[in-house]
Every structure is written in C-alpha cells, then in structure tokens.
C-alpha cells in the first residue's frame, strides 16, 4: 500500500493587476500519528507482545481511517465551509488565497479477514469513495488554480473557473458527510478489535472500566449527532453524569491514585474531563438561549460538536486499544 501525496500545487501570488490571485501554499492536514509498540528496558519489564498479522491489518486500517478522517475534515472546511472563490470572483475580495493539500492512497489493502461481513460492506464503500474524493478534489483544485494564475478567466468570463469551483464545493460538502461515516466505522471496527483484544489484557478489570466509560460517552456523541435536534436537557443530563463520572474515577479508580498510569491518566483527566466533560459545561453555559444553541448545534466542519465527538469516537478508544498494546 502506498500513501499518494498530492503535494501542494500552484503558488502564493502576490496582488496582480486585477487585484486577483490564488495560492496553494504549503499547509498539510496533520498526518494521523503513527502507531508506535512500547519498548521495555532490558530486564526491567516484560517484553511487549509482537503484534501478529491480524492484529497489523486491524491497525492499519485504523491508520487509514484517521488519515482519510482527517483528509476529509481538511477538504470539508477548505473547499466549501471557508471556500472564498465567489467573493473573489465577484469583487467582494480583492485577493483570493486558498490553501489545500490533501493524501490519498493509491491503493488500498484488503479488509482484515477478522472483521465480519456486515461491517465490511459498511467500511468498504466509505473507505474507497473517501479516498476516491480526496485525490480527485486534488486534481481539480490544481486545474483551478492553474486556470487562475494564468488568467484564463479574462478570455471565458470565469466559465471553467465557475464550473472548478463547483466541483469543489461539492466535494467538500461530500467529504463533511464522509467524514461522520468514517466516525461511524472507526467506533464499529474499535468496538469490535476491543472487545476481542480485552481477552489477553494484563488488567482486565481496568479495560472493562474503561470500555464501559466509553460506552457512556457514546451516549453524548449519539445524542450531539443530531446536530440542531439534539435535545438541550438531554445533553445537559449527559454531561453532568460523565462530569461525576470523571470525578469519581479521578478519586476512586486505582490505576489514577499513587502511580498513575500514562495512558489511562490521559484518558480519564485530559480526554474525559477537560475536552469532553469541561468542554461541553463551557459550550451549554455559554449558549443560553434557543437561537445561541442552535447556532452551536449547526452541523458544520470543525464546529465545537464535532470536536466533542471526535474525542468520544477516536481518541477514547485510540487509548484503550493503546492502553491494551502497552499496559505499562
């Protein structure tokens, strides 16, 4: 498998006459971090379980669900929620400077064998039209940009462009939609990976607290799902249980006390109470009223719910599968 890197095309232009220019500058979308197996001192603690073939094809499909996640989080909000081509083109901007780089894979593996049929034939197609997005909206970005920077839009009245542009917005708007199927998959496949993986666990009582934990903020990544027909009070509710759930554990759970453990420290006191817990306190209290909540709820890229979401959905279960690999 290989990664396609559609490097970034065009250049920053300076103001020509027209007062008109398009830039594609060097901006990536941070790459998914690697997945890296603990090493132990020699000596000072047991060896780290060598991942075997099927767990690596799990994995790896994890990889590839973050990258293209973030692919589409990045094309989402480039292409159509801050896409400023028509206030250029229609003079309402001066200058038009647009930033885009987005990977996709050349090919993509198989599916691991160990996932069942259902989920790959939910995985499958979202996996490949996200890919097949992300390098297409690429390709027409450059044609876009080359077409500008040339001036084409002085002989055709910004026919191409206009028709450019459109595909673009079509695509961010395609990628926003992927981008909450991908969340979809990501929580199906680790749900599953996790549940048979706890068998082996050196602690298993510590991974059945924090699957279970999970479980509860999924109750609020549900309910946020629903955009501006989530219900107030029952996110309220939500939230107020997952802050005394966070209280409890951060006083009660024994992995936290004396010596806490990294991965389930970070887990418990960075991702449950202060980007999930304290964060949603923060957003309700500040939208007070119906038309404040509604303007948080809008289903948008990169607003504060699915930020919230991301949190539930990825990293909570990226800590576990973590914390299953390296207990440590």
Same mark, same amino acid.
């Given at each position: ?45 047991? /060896? ?17 669900? /973050?990258?293209?996640s ?17 206030d ?5 901007? $001066? #200058? ?13 593996? &198989? ?6 049929e ?6 499958? &197609? ?13 390709? #027409?970005?450059? *044609? ?11 002989? *055709? ?82 939230? $107020? ?7 409890e ?25 202060d980007?999930?817990?304290a ?6 209290r ?13 289903d948008? &890229? ?5 930020? #919230? ?8 279960? *990226? ?10």
């Open positions: 498998m290989a990664i396609r890197n559609l490097w970034p095309i065009g250049r920053i232009c300076g103001l020509l006459l027209a007062g008109m220019a398009l830039g594609a500058g060097p901006v990536l979308a941070e790459p998914a971090p690697g997945i890296r197996y603990a090493q132990a001192a020699p000596g000072t603690a047991p /060896r780290p379980n060598v991942p075997g073939a099927e767990q690596q094809q799990e994995d790896q499909l994890f990889q590839i669900l /973050r990258e293209l973030g692919g589409c989080n990045e094309a989402a909000w480039t292409l159509w929620r801050s896409n400023s081509y028509d250029w083109r229609n003079r309402r901007a $001066r #200058v038009l400077s647009m930033h885009y780089s987005v990977r996709s894979y050349e090919s993509l593996p &198989p599916l691991p064998a160990s996932l069942p259902a989920l790959k034939l939910k995985a499958e &197609p979202t996996i490949k039209s996200a890919n097949e997005t992300l390098s297409a909206s690429g390709d #027409v970005f450059k *044609d876009l940009a080359t077409y500008i920077n040339a001036k084409d839009y002085e002989d *055709d009245k910004f026919r191409k462009g206009d028709e450019l542009n459109a595909k673009l917005l079509a695509a961010g708007k395609r990628c926003h939609q992927l981008e909450a199927e991908l969340a979809e998959v990501y929580r199906d496949v680790a749900a599953l990976v996790i549940e048979r993986r706890k068998a082996g666990a050196a602690r298993p009582e510590i991974v059945a607290v924090m699957i279970a934990d999970w479980q509860k903020a999924s109750a609020l990544s549900r309910e946020l799902g629903r955009f501006e027909a989530a219900d107030r009070a029952t996110l309220e509710g939500l939230v $107020r249980d997952l802050s005394a759930l966070s209280d554990r951060k006083a009660n759970f024994e992995p936290l006390k004396q010596a806490p453990q990294a991965i389930v420290k970070r887990f418990y006191e960075t991702t449950l109470q980007d999930i817990a964060k949603m306190r923060r957003l309700l500040e939208a007070k009223t119906p038309k404040a909540f509604k303007e948080l709820a809008q948008r &890229p990169r607003s504060e719910f699915w930020a #919230v979401r991301r949190e539930i959905d990825y990293f909570m279960p *990226d800590a576990i599968l973590s914390y299953l690999r390296n207990p440590g």
